[in-house]
């Protein structure tokens, strides 16, 4: 059974830091580029990063110089550390794994990120 499970999210003031985790089970993590999204009140859900098997990583325009994408192959883990968080980072954060050679997706559950000015 595949389980994606997300942890790390809170309550934050304006300027501070969050690092959220993704921990993976049931796939070969290795093979599987890992991606974060958020999907905000009323909003669509958006990609905020995504770091590929090769370790190549690429972020929303509105998080690029504040987010940072990371995996950890050996604990099966994504990480994304957030710093300097701003009120419109606001959001349940969801981890996505994506295996570009099974051609299989999955989510976790969500967690959410709430930023107070």
């Known amino acids: 059974q595949v389980q994606l499970v997300e942890s790390g999210g809170g309550v934050v003031q304006a300027g501070g830091s969050l690092r959220l985790s993704c921990a993976a089970s049931?796939?070969?993590?290795?093979?599987?580029?890992m991606s974060w999204y958020r999907q905000a009140p009323g909003k669509q859900r958006e990609l905020v990063a995504t770091i590929t098997t090769g370790g190549s990583t690429n972020y929303a325009d509105s998080v690029k110089g504040r987010f940072t994408i990371s995996r950890d192959n050996a604990k099966s883990t994504s990480y994304l550390q957030m710093n300097s968080l701003k009120a419109e980072d606001t959001a349940v954060y969801f981890c996505d794994a994506w295996g570009p050679t099974t051609r299989k997706q999955y989510w976790g559950q969500g967690t959410q990120v709430t930023v107070s000015a």
């Open positions: 049931g796939i070969r993590f290795s093979i599987y580029d």
